[in-house]
């Protein structure tokens, strides 16, 4: 196990109802907030009106900024970069799931820099002063609610990048507020958030137990409440249990002592700047691809990975066989939720590989991910076995 610092102020405040506490939250760090949020669900499910409502009584002005989509867009980013400035927003709360989210980071930190928020999100600056974040999670996927991270997509240049921003200083979790959510996508942030998880489950730092178990708990945990929340949609207990797993697998604490991969994610990432498609549909495509090509560099870690999570009995005669059977069994896994395996369901030709690769290595050097490092002709035969 590595050495480690963790640190995660984040304040979360979970269950029934909680959302009712945000106008007192709010008032505690500014005075001034921009509302920002999606489109139409929040309004339609008498969301909005109760958010605005406990402003007023709480004494905070408001202003708002929709249009949030998914891969959100540095466009909009922008705009409420402007907007912030124009109307001396001290605070921003983001009404929704990861998109908004990471909107919302990414105007908190460019609202009090002299160049373009763009700057951060290749590298050239790094984020020094912000302004603080709020949130109200309307779906669990992302984990962008504790972590500080935000994902934004420059749609014009077909490029889609993150930065360490901020971490929110609280973040409101009512698991009823995703009850309206629909299948697919309850089922693109179950793989959005095991995902989260098995980046840092691959590692190659050894003596990792207690963050192995972690994540095994986790993952299973996501596993075994997906189709309960498909079959009814109201059951409370699945959705929280949901909920509470895409927080815990993206705020950190399942990374400590550990160093993780993320060249799924990666890879990912160049295919939504392609198509727009859902970052979780593209995660259940790439990660079942990546393993299948990586897995002979350490087939005792898949081993345990397709033991522990996927039930699979144990081939000591044949440890690769193990470790192959629980990767099809997540295949199956992703397919029996709705989500897509093969890049054709989600409209990537043959003909936008050398685009994905070009992008994946034009901001990562020579390699890409830490499990094990690949080259362009790596993420191409990756590519491939996703076909």
Known sequence: MRDFTFFNPTKI?????????????????????????????????????????????????????????PNPRLTL????????????????????GGSVIDSAKAIAAGVLYS????????????????????????????????????????WENGNKRDCDMLRPVFAILNPELTFTLPPYQTACGASDIMAHIMERYFTRVSNVD?????????????????????????????????MWAGTIAHNDLLSTGRIADWASHMIQHELSAINDVAH???????????????????VSRFVQFS????????SFDNPEKTAVEGIERMEA?????????RLGEIDIRESDYERIISNCKRFDGDSVGNYVKLSCGDIRRILELAQ
Not at 280 to 298: E, H, N, Q, T
Not at 307 to 314: A, G, I, L, S
């Open 307 to 314: 033991v522990r999570v996927w039930n699979v009995e144990q």
């Open 115 to 154: 160049g373009d928020v763009w700057d951060f999100f290749t590298g050239t600056a790094v984020p020094d002063q912000v302004l603080p974040v709020g949130v109200i999670l309307t779906i669990p996927a992302a984990g962008s609610e504790t972590s500080p991270g935000s994902v934004i997509t420059d």
């Open 210 to 242: 207690l963050t192995d178990r972690l994540c095994e708990a986790t993952l299973k945990t996501v596993i075994n409440n997906v189709h309960k929340v498909l079959n009814d949609p109201y059951d409370y207990d699945a959705r929280a249990n949901i």
């Open 13 to 69: 405040i979970f269950g029934k109802e909680v959302q009712k506490v945000v106008g007192e939250e709010t008032k505690k760090h500014g005075k001034k907030v921009l509302l920002h949020y999606g489109g139409g669900h929040i309004k339609t499910s008498g969301l909005y009106d109760e958010v605005i409502d406990l402003m007023r009584k709480a004494g905070v002005d408001t202003i708002e900024l929709g249009n949030v989509v």
């Open 77 to 96: 980013v922008r705009e409420g970069i402007k907007l912030c400035r124009k109307e001396g927003v001290d605070f921003i709360l983001a009404v929704g």
């Open 333 to 341: 896994f992703f397919r029996s939720i709705g989500l897509p395996t």
């Open 280 to 298: 979780g549909a593209g995660l259940s495509v790439i990660f079942p691809a990546w393993m299948k090509y990586v897995l002979k560099s350490d």
